[in-house]
């Protein structure tokens, strides 16, 4: 096939893996900002190289003009998370989108794979508006927690080195480390409710001091410089203390201060 028809094949996935990405970027975002916990910690994406369509294509003998059809991973997103239990958000998440069509589930954390793999497949059908109009392209989701994803992407690398024939010695020591993997998935799921709530907590945090910072810019507009260096520095003074409490009352009185200045200004036009 023309390298021309291969980038117009290709255009749609990429547009897809794009949109895909910023999505559930967006989703880690809008929990972010909330000051909840993300079961998204990452998200990357991909559209599989020609010279790895073709490999592929050839050891599962699909003919080229069968690619898109039967061949489901050319565009792919890798969900990452922290957490095994996160998978499970994640993929009911996944679920009921109306935007993504799940068309297959594999199961690969319940039902490891003879090379140690564990990752939650899905494939989706997904619809892109390109300049010939809407495409609806398959796209594999790959959700897996960060020990899987290491794993994953050593082994990967191996079998590229070894051209997928690893040497029995290499094999053993990635299978250990993938048991080790799932150990450590484990240990750290026994103290996920801590870690969920220090993460929980700091984004809290991270979330006032914004707001207090904006605030304090918009006061600027409305107070005269003295007293916005003195609720400066009330700021710095009360967020040294490290208590949220506080910095939530402070942030409350910096409402009402802002108010007054507003009530002060419309007395003034009237
Ligand atoms: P790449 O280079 O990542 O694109 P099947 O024969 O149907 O079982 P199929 O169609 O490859 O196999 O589906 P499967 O098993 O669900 O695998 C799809 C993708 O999952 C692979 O794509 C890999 O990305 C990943 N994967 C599956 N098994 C393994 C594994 O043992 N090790 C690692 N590191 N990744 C794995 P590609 O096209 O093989 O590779």
Redesign the pocket.
Known sequence: MEIQLWREILTPYELAVRELTVKFEHLMKEYRDRGMYSPIEQVTGRV?TIS?ILE?AQK?QIPIEKIEENM??IA?VRIICQFVEDIQMVVEMIRKRSDMKVQSE?D?VNHV?E???R?Y?MIISYEVQTLYGARTILA?L?VRTLGMNFW??I??SM?YKYHKNIPEHIRKKLLKAAQAIVVLDKEMSSVRSEIMDAQNSFQIQANLVSEILNNIQNLYHLANKREIIKIQDEFYRIYEMNDIERLQRFNKELDLIAEGYRAQALDQYT
Do not use: F, L, M, T
Request: glycine fraction near 10%.
């Open positions: 599989k790895s592929k599962k489901y991973d792919g594999r690969y794979k090379s140690g793999y990752s497949h594999e790959q994953s992407i082994e990967h079998q």
